[in-house]
């Protein structure tokens, strides 16, 4: 199985589109290795990328990263499980695509609700219902 490569960033053409001023264009790329790991680089964002271990902030240039960590793209602070989540996601067959990737396709990406959980933009939060 070949790597599958997606990108993170503000525009709506991303992948993972992250609807915040502090997150560039095309902010950083996550790859889905062959042998099952998950690699993160940064694109060389204004903001950057900082991946959170354990507690401690270690700003990222390309890392693999565990389903246990957070990353953060500018100021915007995702658990990895849930950008691995929106890739899956954003990978499904185009004729009946998620709400998750129709949503951020056709909204402008994802947001943080005020629970915490990142969410669809303009769509109800999975965690708390706002």
């Known amino acids: ?7 993170v960033g503000r525009a709506q053409t991303c992948d993972i589109a992250i609807a ?7 902010h950083a ?5 062959s042998d099952g790991s998950f690699m993160v680089r940064d694109l060389g964002s204004q903001n950057g990328t900082v991946l959170i271990r354990k507690g401690r902030e270690f700003p990222l ?8 960590d957070t990353l953060r793209f500018g ?10 989540n929106m ?3 954003s990978a499904a067959p185009p004729a009946n695509p998620p709400p998750i990737a129709r949503a951020a396709a056709g909204a402008g990406g994802f947001v943080r609700c005020g629970c915490g959980t990142v969410k669809p933009r303009g769509q109800p939060c999975p965690a708390c219902g706002e």
């Open 1 to 7: 199985m070949a790597p599958r490569r997606y990108t």
């Open 20 to 26: 915040h001023d502090s997150v560039s264009r095309k």
């Open 29 to 33: 790329e996550v790859e889905l290795r």
């Open 61 to 68: 240039t390309e890392e693999v990263v565990f389903l246990s």
């Open 75 to 84: 100021e915007v602070a995702i658990p990895v499980e849930e950008v691995l």
């Open 87 to 89: 890739v899956k996601n």
